[in-house]
T-cell receptor, first 114, second 112 residues
Framework: EAGVAQSPRYKIIEKRQSVAFWCNPISGHATLYWYQQILGQGPKLLIQFQNNGVVDDSQLPKDRFSAERLKGVDSTLKIQPAKLEDSAVYLC????????????FGQGTRLTVV | DAKTTQPPSMDCAEGRAANLPCNHSTISGNEYVYWYRQIHSQGPQYIIHGLKNNETNEMASLIITEDRKSSTLILPHATLRDTAVYYCIVRVGSSNTGKLIFGQGTTLQVKP
């Protein structure tokens, strides 16, 4: 089966610009996660969707970050305006609604803010 | 915050078993333990998970203590390709929609 697809793989922007990342989860997976991974650290959960509803966004900096999952399938994560400290890898993951199942991760989008 | 504690780094000789420990003393009765690994520049890769029984698959074995306060991931015959950061995670919440909260992980270096 196809894995979690993310695009773009790399993005370089200047501070104060905006950027968007796209994620297409594994077909049929109801749960979708967005993580931020700063160099040298473990992934940090930003937001979790169940179908098209938000389950948890407590760690999402809502003054500049937004995410949506229209129709409960693919998702976009946006940053506006970007700051230097937003430089990181943004990872998307998905899992099915079945009990006791793992989450699958995409390759991530590496963002560099200059 | 992550509910797990892991050593920051470990070494293992190629061909030997790698035993990676994890403490999760505040785990709740219905929370699963998951292990992932991350090789440089890739997304985390699922390895194994369990609730209270020991588990084994083609990649590894997971040993969970009877009190569930700690666990050990065992790679039976480590290869150079097993060099990675290994994350032990307690899935907070329900088993299918719970949050995966990563800690700092253990960097495993497999040496020839």
């Amino acid at each position: 089966e196809a894995g979690v697809a993310q695009s773009p793989r790399y993005k370089i922007i200047e501070k104060r610009q905006s950027v968007a990342f796209w994620c297409n989860p594994i077909s049929g997976h109801a749960t979708l996660y967005w993580y931020q991974q700063i160099l040298g650290q473990g992934p940090k959960l930003l937001i979790q969707f169940q179908n098209n509803g938000v389950v948890d966004d407590s760690q999402l900096p809502k003054d500049r970050f937004s995410a949506e999952r229209l129709k409960g399938v693919d998702s976009t994560l946006k940053i506006q305006p970007a700051k230097l400290e937003d430089s990181a890898v943004y990872l998307c993951a998905s899992s099915s609604s079945d009990r006791n199942t793992e989450a699958f991760f995409g390759q991530g989008t590496r963002l560099t803010v200059v | 915050d992550a509910k797990t504690t892991q050593p920051p780094s470990m070494d293992c000789a190629e061909g030997r078993a790698a035993n990676l420990p994890c403490n999760h003393s505040t785990i709740s009765g219905n929370e699963y333990v998951y292990w992932y690994r991350q090789i440089h520049s890739q997304g985390p890769q699922y390895i194994i998970h369990g609730l209270k029984n020991n588990e084994t698959n083609e990649m590894a074995s997971l040993i969970i203590t009877e009190d569930r306060k700690s666990s050990t991931l065992i790679l039976p015959h480590a290869t150079l390709r097993d060099t990675a950061v290994y994350y032990c995670i307690v899935r907070v919440g329900s088993s299918n929609t719970g949050k995966l909260i990563f800690g700092q992980g253990t960097t495993l270096q497999v040496k020839p």
